[in-house]
């Protein structure tokens, strides 16, 4: 109701009236408290709490665990509307009660819910917020809670359902933890236990659960995703994913992946895949899933990328060519076929026959080489009558046992041979066969010296025809006397009837190994007619006329890798075959193609076993798929191999550095001071396995052993140590690296320092550079694990000290009334020795006892009809409005229009009535005081009685 005051005088006054509730008279009774609260459940030391009942002087606290409160544990005075015991209370029910105190009168007790103390209260968990999606691998779970006075460690419990059977359990000394194994996507629940003592817990809190979101999928990137992208090397790339350990590729001739068609490579610890053996001919489909560091796999990547692996390449006839309308007339007694070489052919099929279409009289004969020289009229021979039609494609092994065919030459060759005839001779078998000389075609010049040197290839061999032989027996091994061979038994040599020899399939071997360091192969020809053969070289006691060549076949070339400083290492180099085009001997250049490469990689350049890497691959670029190299200096080398799969010649040794990025690490950011219990935070890495983790003491960064706190191995990107770390004015320092699926450390990140508050509590209230009530403060704050005691300091900017007290609780209220001003406090955990375990930063609020007044209220007692009424304040306030400040005349209740301002920051309120005021009349300015503030949010004190007279 109102309250309208008015000053005597002289006439007709002016008043200001202040809006209030009607004041009691001194007999009615004192209103009780309202609004009782304790918090936490269970706790020990309660914060017990009501709402302040008005035109109070004090409050009584009585707690006891007898309902009559007949010897109460706790008894206390204040003028705060918040107290707190400084004891911990016996366990079990405890009552409490309180009143208020209005000078020397009090009100009824009202009492609030009894208190259940527990012996060992629950801890109450906090974050992740329940239902919270935490993002892999950046947010690993960070459980935190509410800690339990005097609890010496935790055990927190993880399960993937809420009854916690088979559940994971750890234990910690600090009020947080990362959960340092790698959880699988879905839900997860989680609850923590507070342990005192041997036998001494607490009840498990209540579960909050959390969902693991799944890993990104891999992001493809080539080949293009196109069944008509045309692939002769078959590379699979796409781009990391932090936080996956591996990957799992399918390769399947059809976009939906059947299990008889599909491919699958488990375990890929690289991001490019290509598989060993050649794929064929045909149109494909991949796709890829990361695996997490749970072993848990992604859905796979949505797109199912397409492409045309092909094998197009057509070797070019060279020997002898002729067309179907006009065959090339050919008389020779050196028949053989002759063709250009293709990139990646291993071996070559030749197809003759008696027709365009062959399928008459039709023969298949293979070679490694780009000649094939008949031994006889059946072996793939020209026909001694009509034409003969030839044509020839690349087979590529180690594609099955054949080989992937390629394209035949696009066009088949025509010849009409006739046989040339030969006078008759008479045998000598004491003579020797003359002319021997290996080339590397069938046309080329050759060499025929006694030792023919650096022969890039298995050559063909070819000898002057002898009179009256019929055939030749041709003899290739390793000494001059022929006694080992790498070719056939000692006693069976090459049989042919023709003056040309040339390696093929049925021959034991194909292609001949290179020559080892110093060594050489040596050959003969030995001539043969019906009557007999001339000399036998196998350990002849004659000095015979062999000749000898080194086989050299040309390293490969052009060899590159991506950079060193990414995790996984590519190896590239030129195609064999034009390593061998840029590699002339006597005019003519090799014809060896690759069958595949043998690539070694160790981390010394002797490559003495076990090595790092030894695959053999059948393209011209190797990423390993299931490992990755440690750091440092790494050395590689590539050697071709030929259709036998025999190693040829090395390449020179390269080298070159892994560097792989280092940890970046987050929080605590360099320099900062935090708590004890602070967890440790970085960037996840792709590749990464786990990170090792290590803070050393005295801000060594030497990292000495001596000072190492502690170290350790997780799977997550955040740790928080099991104890907390000692305050210490010393900085500490932290360094993380990683370790990849292979087992490999990476590079230590850059170290970062940190200073420690220790165990220190954490201030929860009041927050900084809060307006506090001057009835009192109350103080909260995070507890301490090991804590038995929390001293509690409060001091003004002055140097007056407001609180100087210890309490084994997380809050404690003050009792008295707080003076005006700026404060700042702290709080130190105490072990049960006193000990320091660690003191919080400090906090700062503001109190304000002092409510605003008015200092001047014009016009005084006389007013004019044009007046306006301003009062000035005597500090700052909010809360004025034409609804907090009206104009009335008297007798009347409806308040004039008027308009309300507020100016000079908040100290001058001013009132314009929108009309002129009537002569000899009374007018009166109500101020509702009560809604009118100061910024601590003390209401305006009740304003005094302004009269005037209106003229």
Not at 214 to 219: F, N, Y
Not at 516 to 540: D, K, L, N
Not at 802 to 815: D, F, I, K, Q
Not at 821 to 835: E, F, M
Request: with cysteine.
């Amino acid at each position: 109701m109102s309250n309208i005051i008015a000053r005597t005088g002289a006439g007709a006054a002016l008043a200001l009236v202040a809006t209030t509730m009607a004041v009691p008279t001194a007999q009615a009774a004192v209103a009780s408290p309202s609004g009782l609260s304790a918090t936490p459940e269970g706790a020990s030391v309660p914060a017990l709490a009501w709402a302040p009942v008005a035109k109070a002087t004090g409050y009584q606290v009585q707690v006891d665990n007898d309902s009559s409160f007949g010897s109460p544990e706790l008894s206390l005075s204040t003028v705060n509307f918040r107290a707190t015991p400084t004891a911990a209370l016996r366990s079990g029910k405890q009552f409490w009660r309180v009143r208020t105190v209005k000078g020397s009168d009090t009100s009824a007790w009202r009492e609030g819910d009894p208190i259940t103390v527990s012996p060992v209260s629950v801890p109450v968990p906090t974050a992740p917020a329940g239902g919270a999606n935490l993002d892999q691998p950046g947010n690993p779970p960070l459980l935190q809670w509410l800690g339990s006075p005097g609890a010496t460690s935790y055990t927190v419990e993880v399960d993937g359902d809420s009854d916690f059977v088979g559940s994971k359990s750890y234990s910690t000394k600090a009020t947080n933890l990362v959960v340092p194994d790698p959880l699988g996507e879905g839900d997860w629940f989680w609850r923590v236990t507070a342990v005192k003592s041997a036998g001494l817990v607490s009840l498990p809190s209540n579960p909050l659960s959390f969902n693991i979101l799944p890993l990104a999928k891999p992001s493809l990137v080539s080949p293009t995703d196109s069944v008509d992208t045309k692939v002769s090397d078959v590379v699979l790339d796409w781009e990391p994913v932090p936080g996956a350990r591996a990957y799992d590729v399918q390769i399947s001739d059809g976009p939906t992946f059947d299990p008889g068609s599909t491919t699958t490579a488990s375990g890929v610890q690289g991001t490019r895949f290509s598989p060993y053996t050649t794929l064929a001919n045909d149109q494909f489909w991949w796709r890829v899933r990361a695996i997490d560091l749970n072993g848990q796999a992604t859905s796979w990547a949505q797109t199912n990328f397409g492409f045309n692996r092909v094998y197009e390449h057509q070797p070019q006839a060279v020997h002898p060519v002729g067309s179907y309308s006009s065959p090339a007339a050919l008389t020779s007694s050196r028949p053989y076929y002759e063709w250009t070489p293709v990139p990646q052919a291993s071996d070559y099929e030749l197809i003759v026959a008696s027709d365009l279409n062959f399928s008459v009289n039709s023969r298949t004969c293979r070679t490694s080489g780009t000649t094939y020289v008949p031994r006889s009229a059946n072996d793939c021979g020209y026909k001694s009558s009509g034409t003969t039609y030839w044509m020839v494609r690349p087979l590529d092994k180690p594609y099955e046992k054949t080989g992937l065919p390629g394209q035949f030459a696009s066009v088949p060759q025509a010849i009409d041979w006739t046989q040339p005839s030969t006078p008759p001779a008479t045998f000598d078998p004491t003579a020797e066969v003359q002319g021997m000389k290996v080339a590397v075609t069938g046309g080329g010049s050759g060499c025929a010296s006694t030792l023919c040197d650096s022969v890039p290839t298995t050559p063909v061999f070819s000898w002057d025809p002898m009179p009256g032989a019929t055939s030749y027996s041709v003899y290739i091994g390793q000494d001059n006397k022929f006694t080992t061979s790498v070719l056939a038994s000692k006693s069976v040599p090459i049989s042919t009837t023709n003056t040309m020899l040339a390696l093929a399939h049925g021959d034991q071997v194909s292609a001949l190994p290179d020559s080892s360091a110093g060594q050489a192969y040596h050959w003969y020809v030995r001539a043969c007619a019906a009557s007999g053969c001339g000399p036998q070289p196998i350990s002849s006691p004659f000095t015979l006329g062999t000749k000898a060549f080194r086989k050299v076949s040309p390293p490969v070339t052009g060899l590159s890798t991506s950079s060193g400083a990414g995790t996984e290492i590519s190896f590239s180099w030129d195609d064999y075959r034009a390593t061998n085009l840029a590699t002339p001997w006597l005019g003519q250049t090799g014809n060896q193609s690759a069958r595949g490469y043998h690539i070694e990689v160790d981390n010394e350049p002797s490559f003495q076993a076990p090595l790092l890497d030894d695959q053999v691959v059948d393209q011209t670029t190797y990423t390993a798929w299931d490992r990755l190299y440690p750091e440092g200096t790494l050395y590689w080398r590539v050697q071709a191999t030929d259709s036998e799969g025999q190693g040829l010649t090395w390449s020179t040794v390269q080298a070159l550095t892994k560097e792989s990025p280092a940890v970046d690490l987050q929080s605590p950011g360099n320099g900062a001071t935090v708590s004890g219990t602070v967890p440790l935070r970085w960037a996840p890495q792709a590749f990464a396995a786990s990170y090792t983790v290590e803070v050393y003491r005295n801000n060594d960064r030497s990292f000495s052993s001596v000072n190492r706190l502690f170290t350790t191995t997780v799977k997550t990107p955040a740790y928080t140590w099991t104890q907390p770390i000692p305050a210490d004015p010393t900085a500490y320092v932290w360094r993380v690296r990683r370790t990849d699926a292979t087992g490999n450390p990476g590079p230590w990140s850059t170290p970062f320092e940190f200073r420690s508050l220790g165990a220190a509590p954490t201030l929860t209230a009041p927050a900084n550079g809060s307006w506090q009530p001057a009835a009192g403060v109350l103080f909260t704050w995070t507890d301490v694990p090991g804590a038995s005691a929390y001293n509690v300091t409060a001091t003004s900017s002055s140097g007056d000290r407001l609180a100087n007290v210890s309490t084994p609780g997380n809050a404690y209220a003050t009792t008295k009334a707080v003076a005006t001003g700026s404060y700042t406090w702290s709080v130190t955990a105490l072990d049960a020795a006193g000990k320091t375990l660690g003191t919080s930063l400090n906090g700062s609020f503001r109190v304000d006892g002092t409510p605003p007044t008015i200092k001047t209220m014009k016009p005084g007692e006389q007013a004019t009809r044009k007046s306006v009424f301003v009062a000035t304040f005597s500090e700052k306030v909010k809360g004025v409005s034409k609804k907090t400040m009206r104009l009335y005349q008297k007798g009347k209740k409806k308040p004039l229009k008027a308009k309300v301002a507020i100016t000079k920051g908040g100290r001058k309120a001013t009132l314009k009535p929108a009309s002129r005021l009537k002569r000899s009349k009374t007018y009166l300015i109500k101020l509702t005081y009560t809604r009118i503030k100061d910024e601590a949010g003390n209401p305006l004190v009740k304003p005094d009685k302004w009269s005037v007279t209106v003229k």
